[in-house]
């Protein structure tokens, strides 16, 4: 029995748990060289390390138990292990895609919330934006719940077409209206889903680039009344001339613990 190493040895031995090793020779991938009828022990050889170090080795490549039991049995086989290394290698730059696209979301949303902070929530300022494409959508009654019943099913299409879940809601607000009767009311939705995303179809629109009169605000959606009476007193007394209509667009959405909404948006209108 000298030659043989007990399953609690082995494992000390390899940094892995007994329940692991068991869990290894139930799906097949490292079984025991000698196994006592009697006590039901389990004991290892010495041979047994070179299999442990190439599941260890296929594991930090991301191989699965399935994938790993492959090339073991099929250890002779270079070809075999070639085919499962290029898929592996495959599935690795899909997650490295995945991640870069992820990050890219990860900085533009921390870019967009250092720049809110930086000019200043509830400042009147000049901004100048390139031209930006959103997909239009006509519908209105944004405090209806149909109105929400509706923009759920519209990001559930963003999500489903376009596999983005972090589209920004933006909507059309007359100047007219806001500016006779103080009421913001929604003539339109548009979603836009970033800087670096294709667009197709008949609902796209463009918002032309030039200089906007803009206003960051972080509150309820419900509250934005407030701030459209704010920039519309700027407006007049500074004698601005504007063009076309508001942009209400929403940068991110939270909800605290107390369960009330807010949200970091911005209220812009394009300068003559």
């Given at each position: 029995m000298g030659k043989y190493l007990s399953i609690g040895q082995i494992g000390k031995l390899n940094?892995?748990?007994?329940?692991?090793?068991?869990?290894?020779?139930k799906i097949g991938i490292l079984k025991p060289s000698y196994i006592n009828k009697e006590s039901g022990y389990r004991y290892y050889s010495m041979k047994d390390f070179n299999t442990i170090d190439l599941i260890k080795q296929c594991k930090a490549m991301g191989l699965s138990l399935e994938e790993i039991k492959e090339v073991i049995n099929n250890y002779t086989s270079l070809e075999s292990i070639v085919n499962i290394l290029g898929n592996q290698k495959e599935l690795i730059n899909q997650k490295i895609k995945e991640l870069e696209n992820i990050k890219n979301k990860v900085e533009s949303l921390e870019k967009k919330i250092d720049f809110s902070l930086d000019k200043g929530i509830n400042e009147i300022f000049i901004k100048y934006n390139a031209e930006r494409k959103f997909i239009k959508y006509n519908f209105k009654d944004r405090y209806t719940d149909e109105f929400e019943i509706n923009l759920?099913?519209?990001?559930?299409?963003?999500?489903?077409?376009?596999?983005?879940?972090?589209?920004e809601i933006a909507f059309t607000i007359s100047y007219e209206e806001v500016n006779d009767k103080g009421i913001a009311n929604c003539e339109n939705v548009m979603i836009h889903l970033g800087e670096n995303v294709t667009y197709e179809g008949e609902?796209?629109?463009?918002?032309?680039?030039?200089?906007?009169?803009?206003?960051?605000?972080?509150?309820?959606?419900?509250?934005?009344?407030?701030?459209?009476?704010?920039?519309?007193?700027?407006?007049?007394?500074n004698n601005i001339k504007t063009v076309g209509d508001f942009h209400e667009i929403y940068?991110?959405?939270?909800?605290?613990?107390?369960?009330?909404?807010?949200?970091?948006g911005q209220i812009e209108i394009k300068l003559a």
């Amino acid at each position: 029995m000298g030659k043989y190493l007990s399953i609690g040895q082995i494992g000390k031995l390899n940094n892995l748990s007994v329940q692991t090793l068991r869990h290894y020779e139930k799906i097949g991938i490292l079984k025991p060289s000698y196994i006592n009828k009697e006590s039901g022990y389990r004991y290892y050889s010495m041979k047994d390390f070179n299999t442990i170090d190439l599941i260890k080795q296929c594991k930090a490549m991301g191989l699965s138990l399935e994938e790993i039991k492959e090339v073991i049995n099929n250890y002779t086989s270079l070809e075999s292990i070639v085919n499962i290394l290029g898929n592996q290698k495959e599935l690795i730059n899909q997650k490295i895609k995945e991640l870069e696209n992820i990050k890219n979301k990860v900085e533009s949303l921390e870019k967009k919330i250092d720049f809110s902070l930086d000019k200043g929530i509830n400042e009147i300022f000049i901004k100048y934006n390139a031209e930006r494409k959103f997909i239009k959508y006509n519908f209105k009654d944004r405090y209806t719940d149909e109105f929400e019943i509706n923009l759920r099913k519209i990001l559930l299409e963003v999500e489903r077409d376009y596999e983005n879940i972090n589209a920004e809601i933006a909507f059309t607000i007359s100047y007219e209206e806001v500016n006779d009767k103080g009421i913001a009311n929604c003539e339109n939705v548009m979603i836009h889903l970033g800087e670096n995303v294709t667009y197709e179809g008949e609902k796209i629109i463009s918002m032309p680039k030039g200089n906007y009169l803009t206003m960051y605000f972080d509150d309820t959606y419900r509250h934005s009344g407030k701030y459209y009476e704010a920039i519309i007193k700027y407006i007049k007394e500074n004698n601005i001339k504007t063009v076309g209509d508001f942009h209400e667009i929403y940068i991110m959405t939270r909800v605290g613990s107390d369960g009330k909404d807010k949200s970091l948006g911005q209220i812009e209108i394009k300068l003559a």
